[in-house]
């Protein structure tokens, strides 16, 4: 069964339900007669996306573009050629994507259509509660960086907003085309694509035009690409969870910071063609963005990169829903290789800010607080001298900036700056020392800026420092945030001069599924450095199997679990299934039924004894129920069928295996499938 049969949730086919028009000219479609626009969804309007039928060919695309005055049409052509079909986007200057979308529903060449949705980026404004570099302890990286730190001939493509390949901890994990000479202006290797050293940038302007610089244009694939494989070990900045992987730029941003489904479809052909074409071994493309509005070519493109052996890891999104009712796409797409993550804090817990989904959302990882790589310049950095001591701080979201040498000035306390009363005359022109609780940081800074403080300090109030926000841009002083411990040791000392430094820098803390999506991607990236010898689908197996189980996830996200990237690394054993549905001939009731057959692989020297094998199924109206339990002595050379007969011909059935030891810990989780 081909990668694509094997679907973990039911399948979504996208259909634009149009009243059907003649190609010449007609009057305007009523309001709800096409629903993307009667639901106000975001796309570029005069733009469609086609997939047209079996042997039709681009000049049957040309003649539609010609009749539709759409111009030349833009072809797919890995998508083209692997489908045996044309898949184009057309655009017009002179109808609108309601008008093109009524018009080709209509034509008999015509086999699917969408708009050309834009997605947005998944990162928040940053939330106060959690550490810097707290998500790498959380999910055992430090331990698996024993086992492995990753290899340089291991690719992970980021589909963003640009990355910035000259960043110090980023040039030397840049992927780099090695038949590519820079800035010559010629396709040197062959491959369709000038210059295309560092990747390629597929959204060059907001007509999405391309050139061969996928420089970041923000920060956000720039901090994408830092956590996953930032330069480790070398004195310098933050690591990844590769510290040797190599990172390829597909920019698919444009400048109004949309991403365009046409532009991301072309950036996946690109990784596809070369891991195919060239022998780059993309493992898995990072896919921090998202939004309403299911396309099915964006689909199939992602199916194709997994037909590639590609893992596409997507953000789950930040609107805090429930992605099972309401779809958040790409991360929605029901496809193999897609891995939708979440986002938790420090305690574990779902992120506010997280979309879930029990039966879209697959695993969840750090998402709040991340520190990780952005553009020289764009991040900020901070620091307090006290006496002998140099405290770390934090930049409060629109904090005020310090020269380079910083601002020394008085620090005086000032209780938790709740009221004026609570600041001293002499703390105009000082620094005001303030305790975190009770009001916000906004309401905290203002007063003490309405005091004349020249810079603020906020103290946890509990362990730990924070990352917080000032909740809108202002010419607000520098305000920064320390650890309850330091912030105590500062307050004790009483009046004294301290230097508090707040500068631009090349690092910053961010917040957001976008910012899970990466541990993930990166995850992936070390356990191909591990195991070179494993398909995607063996990868993703161990990633879900090493999985923590927590009971704040069970009934959120389809694992239940989060990125436990030690325990994925050293998963030694590995379930992996495949059912199909069969017609019962032999039974008094002639029904359908499924075939489940299941194989276990224990690494050499596993020291996995007495487990028992539980076969679960689902439908779209019910949980997983209990069919089977197989004990280790029943496996036939580590393999075993199941039939589960008498099913229904119109539901869709859903199993996954799971595997647990003696001690009932779940050591072993399949991939899902559903038929």
């Known amino acids: 069964m081909n990668a694509r049969g094997n679907r973990r949730r039911p399948a979504l086919i996208f259909l634009l339900l149009l009243t059907v028009l003649a190609f010449a000219t007609g009057p305007e479609l009523e309001k709800d007669a096409l629903m993307p626009a009667a639901s106000g969804l975001p796309y570029a309007d005069g733009e469609v996306l086609v997939k047209l039928r079996a042997g039709t060919t681009m000049g049957t695309a040309a003649v539609l573009a010609a009749e539709l005055e759409a111009g030349e049409p833009r072809e797919f052509r890995l998508l083209s050629a692997s489908r045996q079909r044309p898949y184009v986007l057309l655009r017009s200057t002179r109808r609108s994507t309601r008008q093109l979308l009524a018009a080709l529903q209509a034509h008999p060449a015509v086999e699917a259509t969408s708009p050309n949705y834009r997605r947005r980026r998944q990162r928040l404004p940053n939330d106060p509660r959690f550490f810097k570099l707290w998500g790498m302890a959380k999910i055992k990286a430090p331990e698996a960086w024993e086992r492995s730190t990753g290899s340089a001939g291991v690719v992970l493509a980021v589909i963003d907003t640009g990355v ?89 941003f444009r400048p109004d910071m949309y991403i365009y489904d046409s532009d991301c479809i072309e950036a996946i052909e690109y990784a596809v063609m070369m891991k195919r074409e060239r022998g780059v071994n993309v493992v898995a493309i990072n896919a921090s963005f998202g939004g309403d509005g299911e396309n099915a070519l964006q689909e199939e493109a992602i199916a194709e990169a997994g037909d590639a052996g590609i893992a596409f890891v997507c953000a789950a999104g930040n609107d805090g829903t429930d992605n099972d009712a309401s779809g958040f796409y790409p991360a929605g797409y029901d496809l193999p290789n897609i891995i939708a993550v979440a986002a938790t804090g420090e305690n574990d817990a779902l992120a506010s800010f997280s979309n879930y989904g029990a039966g879209t959302v697959d695993l969840a990882a750090p998402g709040v607080g991340i520190l990780s790589t952005v553009p020289a310049g764009k991040g900020q950095e901070a620091w307090l001298v006290s006496g002998s001591d140099t405290f770390d701080a934090n930049p409060m979201e629109f904090s005020g900036l310090t020269a380079t040498a910083g601002l020394s000035r008085l620090c005086y306390e000032c209780g938790r700056g709740l009221t004026a009363a609570d ?249 899902e499938q559903t038929i």
């Open 164 to 252: 910035d390949y000259a960043h110090e901890d980023l040039a030397g994990n840049m992927w780099r085309n090695p038949d590519e000479i820079p800035g010559n202006g010629i396709d040197d290797d062959n491959n369709g694509f000038r210059d295309d050293v560092y990747g390629f940038d597929f959204a060059a302007d907001n007509g999405g035009g391309n050139d061969s610089d996928p420089m970041d244009i923000d920060d956000h694939g720039t901090h994408v690409a830092g956590t996953m494989a930032a330069v480790g070990d070398n004195g310098t900045g933050v690591c990844g969870i590769n510290w040797q992987a190599r990172i390829m730029a597909l920019k698919g």
């Open 423 to 671: 600041f001293p005359a002499a703390v105009s022109g000082n620094i005001a020392l303030i305790e975190r609780g009770v009001s916000t940081f906004e309401q905290k800074a203002t007063l003490a800026q309405s005091a004349g403080a020249a810079g603020v300090i906020v103290y946890n109030n509990e362990a730990g420092n924070f990352n917080g926000t000032l909740g809108t841009a202002r010419d607000w002083v520098p305000v920064v945030s320390l650890s309850r411990e330091d912030g105590l040791k500062v307050r004790a000392r009483g009046v004294h001069t301290v230097i508090l430094t707040n500068r631009l820098g090349n690092y910053k803390l961010a917040n957001g599924t976008s910012m899970a999506a990466p541990h993930v991607a990166g995850a992936l990236g070390l356990l191909a450095a591990q195991y070179p010898g494993d398909d995607m689908a063996k990868r993703i197996t161990r990633l879900y199997s090493g999985a923590d189980r927590l009971a704040e996830l069970q009934g959120r996200i389809r694992t239940g679990a989060r990125l436990n990237l030690l325990r994925s690394l050293s998963q030694s054993l590995v379930l992996s299934m495949t059912v199909s549905r069969r017609q019962a001939s032999a039974w008094v009731i002639a029904r359908e039924y499924a075939e489940i057959y299941f194989v276990v692989e224990k690494d050499a020297g596993a020291l996995v004894s007495g487990e028992t094998y539980t076969i679960y199924r689902k439908t779209d109206s019910g949980g997983y129920q209990s069919l089977k339990s197989i004990g280790a002595a029943e496996l036939q050379n580590g393999a075993y069928t199941y039939h589960d007969k008498y099913l229904d011909r119109d539901t869709k059935y859903t199993y996954i295996v799971q595997a647990i030891n003696a001690q009932g810990e779940v050591i072993a989780l399949s991939d």
